[in-house]
């Protein structure tokens, strides 16, 4: 929505001061507009926060020696009054740097720009106003500026820089401290609203009174929370630090377990073996091998399996106890009898034991092993001696 706020001419604000307003002046305003740095407030009245915004100013134009302000999210309820006619006339307030600060809809107070266009809400006629800071204002707020100046660095000191921040920012400290008094050819701030009054300096002062005392509850509050996210943040390092202990107490008794597991079953894959060594269902050279087979088969019978399907351990533990008989590689001959042996391979195996007995290192050894070690290096006069023996 578009509307009328000012024209150029010559104008006396709520202070009493006369000053002409020229076209240059009007461009002035609008081109220093900038919403994303301030975006003025649609207020009632002249209030000194700018509060409650009952809409937004999207931009500033001038448009012959009038300045006219494109408005946007006007609250609803605040529509209704405009058209019931609770706020026919309008008045605008500006910065010291001629930038507006915020369009002001006023009730029974008359403007001080008489002859602005209506506003276009309905059928409702309407009309607008100003509103500048005079400069005993500007040096009021000087005085609160460094007032609360000294008791941000009060909270710096008491409770650090981020409660600090959060109470009394310093950008809106410096904006206050920002405020000039103004000069003979620089006004700063007169009020366009007829009858326009001024806070005293003891108003201002109680209201810097009653903020003081808000911020402090509000750092009371700040260090109560703060006392408490310490005692929850101690509580939830003890237990994350429980946490991880338990996990690592879990991992160990995990890789305990499963070593004991592997212990056993190797123990029990060592005993099988042995014995099928000793039924002669595996030759003693491949013990280790089938041990390591086995342990293959098991770690492959992890997964699930049909109905009647063996794992694959079983199956192959199932087939190597039904496995025939291979060459004898048990304690078919002994030292004592080694002499009595027929046979052209008993003798020549004989033989070979008894070398291999003589040899470095095996002199402590039996003439069973000796013998059997003979049959492995010598398959052919094993299968020769077996035939013997079975005449």
């Not at 008791?151 to 405020?179: H, N, Q, T």
């Amino acid at each position: 929505m578009k509307m009328e706020i000012f024209r150029a001419g010559t104008h006396t604000d709520g202070a009493g001061n006369t000053r002409a307003y020229t076209n240059a002046d009007l461009d002035k305003i609008a081109a220093s507009y900038n919403p994303t740095v301030h975006e003025a407030p649609v207020v009632i009245g002249h209030p000194k926060d700018n509060s409650p915004a009952w809409g937004w100013v999207k931009s500033l134009q001038r448009q012959g020696s009038a300045l006219f302000a494109e408005l946007k999210d006007l609250v609803p309820e605040f529509v209704t009054c405009v058209k019931n006619g609770m706020y026919k006339k309008r008045s605008i307030a500006l910065y010291p740097d001629m930038s507006l600060r915020h369009v002001g809809f006023l009730g029974g107070m008359p403007p001080a720009v008489k002859g602005l266009a209506d506003i276009a809400f309905a059928a409702n006629d309407n009309s607008t106003v100003i509103e500048f800071m005079d400069c005993e204002q500007a040096n009021v707020y000087q005085r609160i500026g460094r007032m609360f100046s000294g008791l941000r660095d009060y909270f710096i000191e008491k409770f650090g820089m981020d409660i600090a921040d959060k109470v009394l920012p310093s950008w809106d400290i410096d904006g206050l401290k920002a405020i000039q008094a103004n000069d003979d050819t620089n006004p700063v701030s007169p009020s366009f609203s007829e009858g326009g009054s001024m806070p005293t300096v003891e108003e201002l002062q109680g209201q810097l009174a009653a903020k003081t005392a808000e911020v402090a509850t509000q750092a009371k509050t700040i260090t109560d929370l703060q006392a408490k996210v310490g005692q929850f943040s101690e509580s939830s390092t003890a237990q994350a630090t429980e946490i991880v202990a338990l996990k690592t107490e879990n991992a160990t008794l995990k890789t305990t377990m499963a070593n004991t597991e592997a212990t056993a079953r190797k123990t029990e894959h060592l005993a099988f073996c042995e014995n099928l060594v000793k039924e002669g269902r595996l030759a003693p050279a491949l013990k280790d091998t089938m041990i390591a087979q086995l342990e293959i088969a098991h770690h492959a019978s992890t997964g699930t399996f049909a109905e009647g399907v063996a794992k694959p351990v079983d199956a192959l533990r199932a087939a190597l106890a039904v496995a025939p008989k291979i060459l004898q590689f048990a304690e078919v001959a002994t030292a004592a009898a080694a002499g009595g042996m027929s046979g052209k391979a008993g003798e020549q195996l004989g033989a070979l034991a008894t070398a291999k007995l003589q040899q470095e290192g095996n002199r402590e050894r039996s003439y069973a092993w000796a013998f059997a070690e003979a049959q492995k290096e010598r398959p052919d006069l094993a299968l020769a001696y077996e035939s013997e023996v079975r005449g």
